[in-house]
């Protein structure tokens, strides 16, 4: 096809950047599971429910623990501040923060004691200072110089206390 006949400014766009959001969701999750898949572990994969992706080791609904995970696709790395950071919703609300959001569907819940990772995904990465210089993929607590944990830990106590 030589010329798109579709080739006019299209009347909305939101939809291929939430695609892509999407896209590395999915992708992300496939290559967890097929990770378990070849370590011959039980597994099942929701998407969208409670979290971006969470991941069960079991499919006994009696047995099963859980992986939460928020999963994000985006330019900036993950800074203290952004990850505790909260927008303005409608009628002057404060929206949750990044891991505010990933901490309310994991605490006070039936299911909380059955939680085994609690995870945040960036495409993007992060910038926050680790322990002896480490260079990670996967940042666990522990791994949070005691600086940005301190600031994350405090910021994440004033959102939840109550006002």
Not at 60 to 83: C, G, H, I, R
Request: aromatic share 8%.
């Amino acid at each position: 096809m030589a010329d798109n006949p579709l080739a006019e400014t299209q009347r909305e766009s939101a939809g291929a950047s939430t695609f892509g959001k999407y896209n590395f969701q999915f992708h992300w999750a496939l290559c967890e599971i097929i990770e378990k898949h070849k370590n011959k572990k039980e597994y099942a994969l929701l998407i969208e429910h409670h979290e971006d992706v969470v991941i069960a080791d079991s499919l006994d609904a009696e047995e099963a623990q859980f992986e939460f995970y928020q999963v994000k696709n985006q330019k900036a790395k993950y800074t203290p501040a952004s990850l505790t950071n909260r927008q303005k919703g409608a009628n002057d609300t404060l929206k949750n923060s990044v891991l505010g959001k990933l901490l309310s569907s994991c605490i006070n819940t039936t299911y909380e004691d059955r939680i085994t990772t609690i995870g945040l995904v960036s495409s993007s990465g992060f910038s926050l200072n680790l322990d002896k210089g480490l260079k990670l993929d996967v940042i666990k607590v522990g791994d949070i110089a005691a600086s940005d944990l301190a600031s994350l830990t405090q910021d994440i106590s004033c959102h939840c206390s109550p006002r």
